[in-house]
């Protein structure tokens, strides 16, 4: 097992650190529990899961990031989709499924197969775009989606819409939230345009991999260590009076 990481250049990303947290707690991963992360990418999550003592595994469907996550996280990785999972019934104890549905045109035989994986009582966490956000109707919202390699099938979820599809794919006791209200989202779109200007095109996050050294990426990582606890508080105090927010954080259990 490798050593745990220090830094993970993923950690430049306020949407991923602004998810971080309460996909933890969603997630309640225990010592030798085994654990599935579906479209790891750089196994960002995983990192951050691997003082907990539990099995980790990954699947995506880019060779470069599964190769990052087994040098640097787990040897358990490998290449795969979530189409078809490449492992067997009743497997794994949680699996996580994080800003991945909304690039998958299939989403009902994705959440099916990793119904199929998951133990009796296993849970799984899903993050996606919210359609309860401040710029759903805007073309932000929609900026980067349809270019380059990491294309959306849908630009985002309602609440109740990924609830019924969970629901519906056998899935039990479903919790959700938003989190990102305004200011992390904005921060968010700026390092996308940024990103995009130098780019023009995206792949997969092993992309970022040849920014990690360059003062802009420096310099974000910098602003993040202020941006992140403010986006943070701004969440606690305005989601839960006006419902909005942009990214949505769900949590459902296979029936026992």
């Not at 993050?127 to 270019?147: C, D, I, N, Q, V």
């Not at 969970?166 to 940024?194: A, D, P, R």
């Not at 780019?199 to 990582?221: G, H, N, V, W, Y």
């Not at 986006?231 to 949505?248: N, Y």
């Amino acid at each position: 097992m490798p050593a745990a990481t220090a830094y993970h250049p993923l950690a430049a990303n306020i949407n991923v650190r602004m998810r971080e947290e309460p996909i933890r707690i969603y997630l309640d991963l225990k010592t030798e529990e085994r654990c599935l992360d579906i479209g790891c990418g750089l196994g960002y999550m995983l990192s951050k899961l691997q003082n907990v003592g539990a099995e980790l595994h990954g699947i995506d469907t880019s060779q470069e990031s599964v190769e990052y996550v087994q040098k640097h996280i787990t040897p358990h990785a490998k290449v795969g989709s979530c189409i078809s999972i490449p492992y067997p019934d009743n497997h794994f104890d949680k699996a996580l499924f994080c800003e991945v549905i909304e690039h998958v045109e299939d989403d009902r035989t994705a959440l099916q197969e990793i119904y199929r994986v998951l133990k009796p009582g296993g849970r799984v966490v899903i993050s996606t775009p919210a359609y309860e956000g401040f710029f759903t109707r805007t073309y932000l919202k929609r900026l980067g989606h349809h270019e380059g390699g990491e294309r959306h099938a849908r630009d985002g979820y309602y609440r109740h819409e990924l609830q019924e599809k969970l629901e519906q794919s056998g899935f039990t006791n479903v919790q959700s939230s938003l989190h990102m209200f305004l200011f992390s989202e904005l921060m968010m779109q700026l390092t996308k345009i940024g990103f995009m200007a130098k780019r023009r095109s995206f792949k997969a996050q092993s992309d970022i991999l040849e920014e990690q050294r360059t003062l802009p990426f420096r310099c974000l990582k910098a602003a993040l260590n202020v941006a992140v606890p403010l986006g943070r508080l701004e969440d606690k105090l305005c989601i839960p009076l006006t419902q909005k927010g942009h990214a949505l954080i769900v949590a459902a259990e296979k029936h026992v």
